[in-house]
């Protein structure tokens, strides 16, 4: 009987038990490597997509979830509207002065300021505000309280952003949409006042516009717009403006205010700015206006800069506001640098036929308030 042929391996056992433990380890690196790697990957692509830090708080059977970033800063402003400074209308709840002690939401509503020694304020204004959800939360995040907004009546969300404004301490304007140089290739709304509307139109829109929010300390105009003094079918309305508590400022800065006249007389808040962003304006220009900024602002008493939210323009000036403490100038809020100090005495407008009053004197006294600067 023949032998069976041996099976003889091309290594020996030991090479072969040498080899399995060398492909198990490995395998249990690479396993441990591609673990690893899947942890990085998770933690970058998380660190791309939005996210935000909330606070979750039980009120009995309820579960209230809050966002830490629109949480209220230590100097948040109250919040609006307060009771008796505003006329309920079809249009929404328009301001007014109350009618018991005569406060006005001019007085109501502006950030309190306390000028410092031996410094000029400067206003920064940023116009249009909420156009841009990027924009204004940069606005939020990059700049202190002193910062003034004005914002857009006709976004969906204007009465939202207005609140949270206020909850970080910021002073709120409305940014009025009437009739600028380009109209109509630049067309601000289905709101804008037109110069040339029939009364009962810039009625509307005005009523309109001032019903979006609440809580503004006045309203701000166009850079470019088209009014001027002698237009008298919108003065009335500028009185009603000014009647109702609201201070006016006027961006224009090519010719005198529109409403100097109406203001004087009647020792209503106003203010002209001096010095305009432009959302188009290059670097070097944005450098140029800050400079001759500082210059009006330290040669008189105060100065307005007016500006667009636009992200070139929010890198400069979160430079130029932080280098402010170096200089002998104070970031105010918009309502410090009006010209007038609100007399003993305004007359407040008795409302339209067509709206419901709840609160609307003929006659009421103004509480004295400490002169303010002059720009």
Do not use: C
């Not at 380009?182 to 001032?210: C, H, M, V, Y």
Request: no cysteine.
């Amino acid at each position: 009987m023949m032998a069976k042929p041996r099976l003889t391996l091309p290594f020996s056992s030991r090479a072969f038990t040498h080899g399995m433990l060398v492909g198990v380890s490995s395998m249990v690196l690479l396993a441990g490597w591609m673990g690893f790697q899947a942890d990085q990957t998770a933690l970058r692509q998380s660190e791309k997509l939005a996210s935000k830090t909330a606070l979750i708080d039980r009120q009995g059977s309820h579960i209230i979830v809050r966002n830490l970033e629109d949480a209220p800063s230590e100097s948040a402003l109250p919040s609006a509207p307060i009771a008796g400074l505003f006329e309920e209308t079809p249009q929404g709840k328009i301001p007014l002065a109350r009618q018991e002690d005569g406060l006005t939401p001019f007085d109501a509503y502006k950030r309190p300021f306390t000028p410092t020694p031996d410094k000029k304020p400067v206003a920064l204004v940023f116009y249009d505000v909420g156009v841009s959800a990027t924009q204004t939360q940069a606005v939020f995040n990059d700049f202190p309280e002193d910062v003034t907004l004005s914002l857009v009546p006709d976004l969906t969300n204007a009465a939202d952003i207005s609140a949270q404004a206020r909850r970080k301490g910021h002073e709120v304007w409305l940014s009025l949409p009437i009739q600028t140089d380009q109209f109509p290739q630049t067309d601000l709304g289905p709101q804008t006042i037109l110069k040339n509307a029939a009364p009962s139109q810039i009625k509307e829109r005005l009523f309109t516009s001032l019903g979006k929010i609440s809580g503004y300390t006045g309203i701000i105009t166009p850079p470019d717009h088209v009014f001027l003094e002698s237009d008298t079918a919108f003065m009335p309305w500028t009185s009603e403006i000014f009647g109702r508590g609201l201070a006016i400022v006027d961006s224009r800065q090519d010719r005198p205010f529109f409403a100097t006249a109406l203001a004087q007389k009647n020792d209503y808040p106003y203010a002209q700015a001096q010095v305009y962003l432009s959302p188009d304006m290059p670097p070097q220009d944005i450098k140029q206006a800050l400079a001759e900024a500082e210059r009006m602002a330290l040669s008189g008493t105060g100065v307005i800069i007016l500006s667009a939210p636009a992200p070139l323009h929010l890198k400069y000036l979160k430079a130029w506001v932080g280098m402010m403490g170096n200089k002998p100038l104070q970031l105010a809020p918009l309502s410090a640098l009006m010209t007038v100090t609100p007399p003993a005495e305004t007359t407040v407008p008795s409302p339209s036929p067509d709206v419901t009053q709840t609160s609307a004197p003929t006659s009421v006294p103004v509480p004295e308030t400490p002169a303010p600067v002059t720009p």
